[in-house]
Nanobody, 114 residues
Framework: QVQLVESGGGLVQPGGSLRLSCAAS????????MGWYRQAPGNQRELVAR???????YYVDSVKGRFTISRDNAKNTVYLQMNSLSPDDTAVYYC????????WGQGTQVTVSS
């Protein structure tokens, strides 16, 4: 069974930082590229960042220079370090394989507000 467990979200003030974690079952993680996605109210889910098994990374323009994706293959875990957060980053954040599987985890809510 597919397992993706995201954590680390919360309420943070503009300019603050959060570090998200995603524990994936080995069957998902293995040698696949992994991505962080987000969905804001009224918007479609979008890819935020992606990391390949070789640790090549991609970021959507809106987070470049602020977010860093990384992975720990020994722990089947992918991380998203988010700095200089703005209210536009408010969303539910999900991880999944890239391209994504049909099944998703519960996500973790990130709210950026003063």
């Amino acid at each position: 069974q597919v397992q993706l467990v995201e954590s680390g979200g919360g309420l943070v003030q503009p300019g603050g930082s959060l570090r998200l974690s995603c524990a994936a079952s080995e069957r998902i993680f293995s040698t696949y590229a992994m991505g962080w996605y987000r969905q804001a109210p009224g918007n479609q889910r979008e890819l935020v960042a992606r990391i390949t098994s070789g640790e090549s990374t991609y970021y959507v323009d809106s987070v470049k220079g602020r977010f860093t994706i990384s992975r720990d293959n020994a722990k089947n875990t992918v991380y998203l370090q988010m700095n200089s957060l703005s209210p536009d980053d408010t969303a539910v954040y999900y991880c999944n394989r890239h391209p994504p599987l049909q099944s998703w985890g519960q996500g973790t809510q990130v709210t950026v507000s003063s």
